[in-house]
């Protein structure tokens, strides 16, 4: 077992490796002319100041929170969070500087090669991104576990340091990202497209570049820390209920050999869209995925077989895999299906009726991933009980390399798109980026499904950890074994505040990209006013007032829902009680599943609506109906971007600070 577990994390290295690899042939690339180069050069240093402010207010708040934890819990415990915490940072600069690189190379491959090499190019930055997650997760876990081994009934207390590092800048980047990307987006939309009447991405527009480097802190950066933490949480989930079980040795080493084989099955799905391209260049992202998951499904298979000889585990991944392939379908539906369509016929009621029925949509796309969740779990619990559950999401997320390559590539295609208005490189260009653009949503609304689905699993698994750990110090000292029951008047009360930390988050998330976003309306407005020959094309915008205006904004808003996520289960597991924190999270687990579900997929109706309307249905642009979708589509950027996809995070980042303090909490109420 510890050559094995010593394989592990050189197999993560020789992943990042290959991400390395991959951001220097991005590199090799051509990059356009001069113009080209002028727009995506301030796009490439408007996200890296972004993400370097970012990351220093980041700092600060880590160092908080270790020396918390080293004073109250364990040193080593800090030490994990430290590095969960860093190697989610990582992730996110390697990422964002590749995508923030392929954006303008993706604009002249389609210039030159045509959508075949556009696509290539785009994914290949994406997965830059897909491969530093996936191999820095199984890097940092794999080390943990492998020097920590000897000791499986204590390793995850160490361990579950790192899913909360991990938490912690996700919700941060999440947050941050989002409110930047979509305060930028509906500034620059509200002013540029509805009141002055110039195309998207117009380069008269002055919040166009702010824009641009939006799309890339909020979908590659954000949602790269999002999936991060999501596929650490699994791992530490599990571990942390396979320790209290026979066999703890194995079935602690389990969910880390999973995904190491989803990272070499990730690596050979990358390779492979080089072949799929040739054959369909708009269902080659999907194959792709999909070739990594029959690779995953076999190497599991092996590897549950020959070290529990038993596949009763295996078939709670399996499910969890499924599951994951199913949201993904069903998200896809209801974001670019016949729900879409709906919604943009509903705009001959002006945008009254583009809202009322985006929000049934909204609220109707709830109901076939919560079901299939609960098959999920249903068949996860009935081969392996509570560690099925929690290894359900390991199984989920077990390939988080190609999915998030395939997501990542959504906003280079974006920022191509962007670059080719900009630049006046032709409409044949922007035909080719605009598919691309809109192969970019289905795979981001089937990302978001993804990552909300996996939470729910996630979740779950860690509220079961939560309560093993509680239970297991209590039974040590001669208490009784710690019971969720909802006749319980402690439990109840937690329960509803726990419900209600979902709709706060959701209520500051709002409120802060309307703050941000009237700010940048205000300063592309006087620019529009005082800038004299700027809409005629004849004077250049103030591109860096708008860029900083959205930072300093993003930055601040962010700060008090971050605070609020790690806060408020302490003090409820503090003051109330270890029941009342239970019920906190299932409450918590709950509404934030819905919430995010909701608002993730009827954002991505609203959006393809208006891109659907713009095609040249119901009147194109400028058509009264357009009009009436662009409201729909404003109101949902942070549906979608913003508030919708934190929930997956919030609920995750609450469960494992729960996890972690269990100790102590329990002891207080001894």
Known sequence: MDIILGLVPLIGVLGFLFAIVTYFLVLKYPTGDEKMRAIADKIHLGAMVFLKREYQIIAIFMVVVVLAIAATIKVETAIAYLCGGLCSMLAGYVGMNASTRANVRTCQAAKTGGTPLALSVAFRGGSVMGMSVAALGVIGLGLFTYFLHKSPATAPLIINGFAMGASSIALFARVGGGIYTKSADVGSDLVGKVEAGIPEDDPRNPGVIADNVGDNVGDTAGMGADLFESYVGSVV?????????????????????????????????????????????????????YVSGVLFIIGGFIVTKLLLGSLNHYWAVLAGLI???????????????????????????????????????????????????????????????????????????????????????????????????????????????????????????????????????????????????????????????????????????????????????????????????????????????????LLEGKAEPQIDTCVDIVTKGALREMILPGISALAVPLIVGFVIGPEALGGFLAGATLVGVLLGIMMCNVGGAWDNAKKWIEEGNLGGKKSEAHKAAVVGDTIGDPFKDTSGP?????????????LVFAPVIAKVFM
């Open 237 to 289: 989930a599990t571990m942390a209920i396979g320790a209290t079980m026979p066999n703890a040795l194995k079935l602690v080493s389990l969910p880390l050999l999973y995904i190491t084989i989803g990272l070499i099955a990730s690596a050979i799905g990358i390779l492979s869209m080089e072949y799929l391209k040739r054959k369909n260049p708009q269902t080659a992202l999907r194959s792709a995925t």
């Open 323 to 533: 599951c994951g392939a199913l949201i993904g379908v069903e998200s896809e539906y209801f974001t670019s299906g016949a729900p879409v369509k709906r919604i943009a016929h509903a705009t001959s009621a002006g945008p009254a009726g583009v809202v009322i029925t985006g929000m049934g949509v909204g609220f109707m796309s709830t109901l076939l991933p919560i079901i299939t969740i609960c098959i999920a779990i249903g068949i996860a619990y009935h081969f392996s009980g509570l560690y099925g559950i929690a290894i359900a999401a390991v199984g989920m997320l077990s390939t988080v390399g190609i999915v998030m390559s395939t997501d990542s590539y959504g906003p280079i295609a974006d920022n191509a798109g962007g670059i080719a208005e900009m630049s006046g490189a032709g409409p044949e260009v922007r035909k080719i980026t605009d598919k691309l653009d809109a192969l970019g949503n289905t795979t981001a609304a089937i990302g978001k499904g993804f990552a909300i689905g996996s939470a729910a699993l996630t979740a779950l698994g860690l509220f079961a950890a939560y309560q093993h750990t509680i239970s297991t110090v209590w039974l040590a000292s001669g208490h009784k074994e710690m019971k969720i029951d909802l006749t319980d008047a402690k439990v109840v009360v937690g329960f509803f505040l726990g419900g209600m930390m979902p709709m706060v988050i959701t209520a500051l998330t709002m409120d802060a990209v309307g703050r941000s976003a009237n700010r940048l309306v205000d300063e592309i407005r006087r620019q529009f006013r005082e800038i004299k020959g």
């Open 646 to 658: 934190s929930m997956n995070i919030l609920i995750k980042l609450m469960s494992v600070v729960a």
